[in-house]
Structure formats: C-alpha cells, structure tokens
C-alpha cells in the first residue's frame, strides 16, 4: 500500500470516528499534513482518492466537506479491487467450477491483444455475497502478467494475490455492461428462471503500464445485485 | 466553458486528427502548454479530464499515452453533462409527458434535503436516441436551485440551460442502480412486455457546494441501453 493510500484510510477513519455527517466541514490539508506527518502533497493525492471514491467533496478556494452516507449493500463499481471492497461488512466467497489453460477465442484474443498461438488461463467461477448468489464469472488471464493461477488462489481474491504476491501493478480499467435475458444454462447456475433479467457485465483490467491482463465477463444475478458509482463533473 | 475543459477538447481533437490508438504516446504537457499557449496547470487540469473520462492514461515519469478506441453506441456514465454528450453521434430527442409543481413524497424530500413544506418541479419524460425509446424519466428539481422550469426548456438539455443560462455549478452525483422486471404501466411506456428486464437507475446531482438539486428515476429499455465506465484504481 501507498503512504497515500494509508493516509486516505486514515482520514476516512477519522471521519468515521468522529460521526461526520454530509455537508460536515473537515480540517483543511494543513492540519491534516500535521496529524498525520506526511508531506502535502500526500495529503492532496489521499483527498484526490477519496473525492473519486464518493467519500468527500472538495470545493475551490472553500474547503473539504463530507460526501455522506450511501446506501447499504450497493457495490461501488470504481473501486476495481475486487469484490472484498466494493461491499462493506459482507462475506464474499468463490466457488470454482473450472480453472484450465487454453488458446482463446479470437474475441478474448483481442481484448487481450494476444498472439494467436498465445494461451490463457481460463476460470469460471461462482460468487457468493453473505451465502446469496451474486453473479457467475468468466475470466481470462494473460499469462505473461498472471505468471501462476491455481485452485486454492482463485478461491480468494486474485487481485490480493496479482498486487501482493506477483507485484502486478493494476492501472485501470474499462466497464461495459447491458441488461438482457438469462438462458437456460446461466439460469440453472444463478438458480433462477430462464429469461428471467440479468446484467451482463464485461470489464478489462489493465496494468498501470496499459497492458490488459484480466478480461471477465459476468452475469449477476438480478435480486442480489445493487450497484453504486460516484460520478463527478 | 472553462479553459482547461477547452484544451481538454483540443487535445481529444488532436488524438482524433493524428488517429492515435491505444498505447501510442502523446507528446508531452510542455508541448502541449506551448502549443495552446496556456499555462502548465491547466494542461495537467485537462489531462486530468481526459483520464477521467477514459480517453488518456499517464504512467509515472513515462509520459502520456492513449487508451484506446472505446464500443461505439456506449453511454459513459462517468459524463454526467446529460444524454447529449454522453452518446456520442447519436440524436437525442425527449418527450415532456408531465412538468408540474407539486409538495414530494418524504423519500424525494430526503435526498433533495428538503424542507416539510418546499415543493418541486416534478417532470416526466421519455428519452430517445436515434427515434428508439432509451428510457422513462422522473425527476424532481430543488427550486433554490432551478429557479424555473417550462416544456420548452425540458423539451432540451436541462443541463444545457441549468448550467447556460442559471449559471449552476454542477459538482457530482450519486448513481444507484439494479436489475428489475418492468410492471404493466412501464411495460406500456416502454413498448415492452410486463416482467421484461430493465435497469431501474437512480441519480442525486449536487452543486460544486454539495447541495442536491435534482433526483431521477429511470428505467431503461434492455435492448436500447449500453453503458461504459472508464473505472482507475
């Protein structure tokens, strides 16, 4: 972790700690440079990260104000660090139902901007919110990033795992999402019926570098599913 | 308009113009500084835009690179300037069904942090891009800060004229959103059949100073609706 991002756990910390409230005035950078004795422009890269995350909002020349409480139980989809993040207080766990090397199709191939003898590791999984289906998974590693992926390690977080253990550097991301029908097999494996609503959900992570390493596609399941973005100007 | 938002526009126009694609550098913000003749924090002002709305990434003492052609016909949910600009090449065109005043319900009194007795500028539409139904709208307007409203006016980009000519300063916005079935009622609006999949979405938007004026209800059509998020870490 960043001193950055340190700080940023801090601050949100201290405004959790102190019951802060939407429209609640926080101390300015200063006083936070003091508290926390980092330089200032630490303090402005944390107050940067947590205006994207929704948690403050900045006003020029007038100070740094709480952003408020959000709703229960949505996933704020701009903090791509998996899903142990995005839900506060829920217990996430996955189930893998296959983990195998392959040569991709060549729609996987290009979003990945592979070779064409290039293979992947390729995992579908099951992923559970407090025991609730969330969504079912496919994903598809390139393997010049993701050196290594086995059962056990994709039983948890895999970005835990790329950013702590393989030393990825995780950049960003692209999102493409639509709503549509289930089909019959996806309805099986979510326990619902067929054509019932679904969101179909694609996401491209890349390196800090632009390389794309992870392209997955989800179907989530429409009861459990409630989704947050903090959007800004 | 403001500058860097101008130089934003010109370096995305520059992008276009040389037909860079994902990966490929950009020249660097001194470049760019002399070659607009603005200052160096506003080149980084509008570099930042442009990262955040996906169309650049900057790595660490490497420099500035682009990130990639994006899916044609994807709203970014991440421009919250209203339809016009958010579909790129499209028409977009809004049918007025209702614009009245009226005292809101306690929940639409909640997220406008409104008083017991203040009414709203209630208004529902139907959204269309290219003549296909996008989605039904419901909104609801704090009139501190729309201080008027008419047909004519909802008839266009609201923002448009918010921003113009009532020179509001939008800050940022909340959006929730969910899978659902539609009912009968909307299933009519939509043209759609009842239980059809829809994306119930829900948007609080704020001023620069954290007030809410606006709160929406949609429901997209699942066949006409496609959405992009250029998500960082």
Redesign the interface.
């Given at each position: 972790m960043l001193k950055y991002e340190l700080v940023a756990q801090y601050i949100q910390q201290f405004i959790k700690e102190n019951s802060f409230q939407?429209?609640d005035k926080l101390p300015n950078v200063e006083s936070f440079k003091n508290k926390y004795e980092v330089s200032k422009s630490t303090v402005i890269k944390a107050l940067e990260e947590l205006e994207?995350n929704?948690i403050i909002?900045q006003?020029?020349g007038?100070g740094i104000?709480v952003?408020g409480n959000?709703?229960k139980g949505?996933m704020n989809?701009?903090i791509?660090?998996g899903f142990k993040d995005e839900i506060e207080n829920a217990t996430v766990s996955y189930k893998v139902n296959k983990l195998e090397e392959l040569i991709p199709s060549s729609n996987v191939r290009e979003q990945l901007k592979l070779r064409e003898d290039e293979s992947v590791y390729f995992l579908e999984r099951i992923i559970y919110v407090n025991k609730e289906i969330l969504c079912k998974e496919i994903s598809y590693f390139n393997k010049d990033i993701v050196l290594f992926l086995n059962k056990p390690i994709a039983e948890g977080s895999i970005f835990h795992y790329l950013e702590n253990n393989l030393k990825v550097k995780?950049?960003?991301?692209?999102?493409?999402?639509?709503?549509?029908?289930l089909n019959e097999h996806e309805a099986n494996i979510l326990k619902l019926q067929e054509d019932?609503?679904?969101?179909r959900y694609e996401?491209i992570f890349?390196t800090?570098?632009?390389i794309p390493f992870d392209y997955s596609q989800l179907v989530?399941h429409?009861g459990n599913?409630?989704?947050?973005?903090?959007?800004?100007?």
């Open positions: 939407a429209g994207k929704g909002f006003t020029q007038s104000y952003r959000k709703r949505y989809l701009l791509s660090h995780i950049g960003f991301s692209d999102i493409y999402f639509q709503v549509d029908k019932d609503p679904c969101l996401q890349y800090t570098t632009g989530y429409y599913a409630q989704f947050y973005i903090p959007a800004h100007k």
